[in-house]
Nanobody
Framework: QVQLVQSGGGLVQPGGSLRLSCAGS????????IGWFRQSPGKEREGVSC????????YFKDSQKGRFTISRDSAKNTVYLQMNNLKPEDTAVYYC??????????????WGQGTQVTVSS
């Protein structure tokens, strides 16, 4: 069964850090670009970052670049999103998803279950 299993969310104070994980279950992520998205109540889902199969990264907003780092570990079949200096506006449900055509196409196939990130004092 093809699944993306997410972990690493939780409650953190402003300025804190979290590392989200997106692990492939039942298939290899090796050939896929993996994107991270987020959605907060009343807002549309927005792209956060994406990493292609060669390890090149894309960040969808300038405000995220530098604070967020996307990476992948093929041996663990996992993609990570390291989030530092978190702000309340980062609060959202975060999703990962696979893409066969890379990070510059809006075509994602399999989605993780989502994980809540809450940034609050």
């Amino acid at each position: 069964q093809v699944q993306l299993v997410q972990s690493g969310g939780g409650l953190v104070q402003p300025g804190g850090s979290l590392r989200l994980s997106c692990a492939g279950s039942g298939f290899s992520l090796y050939y896929y670009a993996i994107g991270w998205f987020r959605q907060s109540p009343g807002k549309e889902r927005e792209g956060v970052s994406c990493i292609n199969s060669s390890g090149e990264s894309r960040y969808f907003k300038d405000s995220q670049k530098g604070r967020f780092t996307i990476s992948r570990d093929s041996a663990k079949n996992t993609v990570y999103l390291q989030m530092n200096n978190l702000k309340p506006e980062d609060t959202a449900v975060y999703y990962c998803a696979t893409a066969r055509r890379g990070c510059y196409y809006d075509e994602y196939d399999y989605w993780g279950q989502g994980t809540q990130v809450t940034v609050s004092s």
